[in-house]
Structure formats: C-alpha cells, structure tokens
C-alpha cells in the first residue's frame, strides 16, 4: 500500500528520529514531501508511507505510541491546468510550496506529491479551478 498522512509532532519529541525508526524497523518507505520543523516548536510532515498493510498499519502504532499525531490524507486536488490565467493569487495563499510561478516562463506550476489538501487555493482563484474529492 502506499498512503499519505500528515505528522504532527508535539515541541518534545520534535527533535526524535521518529521517522528513521519506522523505516528502520517496520520495513516502510517513508518518502518526506513536506516538512515543517524547527526544534522546540510543534514540527508537521507531510509523508507518504509504503510498505506491506501490516507494516505500515504497525508504524502508525509506533509513531502514535511515541506521541506523533498521524492524520491520513485522504482527498486530492483537482486542478483545471488548461484555463489557468497565471495571474498567481493562488501561490500566495499555498503555504506547502505546491503551488508555484515559474521563473521561466512564469506560468503556475502545481506539485501534486506537495500538496496537503488544504483548501486555500479553492476559495483563492478567481476563475474557481480548484476542487477537491475523495480518494477511491
Ligand atoms: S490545497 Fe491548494 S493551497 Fe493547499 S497545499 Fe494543495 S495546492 Fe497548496
Ligand atoms: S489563481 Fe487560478 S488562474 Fe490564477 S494562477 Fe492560480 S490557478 Fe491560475
């Protein structure tokens, strides 16, 4: 299986290789796509675990035993690419750096692997080409 959840890490534990352990130990790939962490402050991940069900279900455990809130990510972002104006509102709003103007051409580029499912780029864009669904 291959998931992603968003890790919240209380100002104690933030600075424990919590992560290393788990992929150390449960036999899961723990692929880092966001991080927030900054020693003494609550720290945020946003991984994506794969790994055998069981194995991945027994390093939630671990991570929630040592005190780690663990929230799976269970919607996408949908984005209509094609009727993008560029007129960027929607960066200033995406704090995990999903969304971003390139440089080159200064057109938007979206990262879906960064993409936490927020929200704010919905109710941002003026043209209304965000959505959200479910996963299936
Ligand atoms: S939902 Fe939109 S604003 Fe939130 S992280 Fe994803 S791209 Fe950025
Ligand atoms: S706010 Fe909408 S139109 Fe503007 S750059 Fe973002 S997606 Fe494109």
Known sequence: MNKRYIFTFPPDIVNRPIVSEIAKH??????ILNADVTSGREGKLVVELEGERENVSRSLEYAQECGVICIPILRQLKFEEDSC?????????????????DEDNWELKFDPEKCVVCGRCVKACPLGLFSIEMET
């Not at 449960?26 to 692929?31: R, T």
């Not at 104006?85 to 103007?101: E, Q, Y």
């Open 26 to 31: 449960y036999d899961v790939m723990v692929n």
């Open 85 to 101: 104006v560029a007129c960027g509102v929607c960066t200033a709003v995406c704090f995990s750096g999903a969304l971003s103007m």
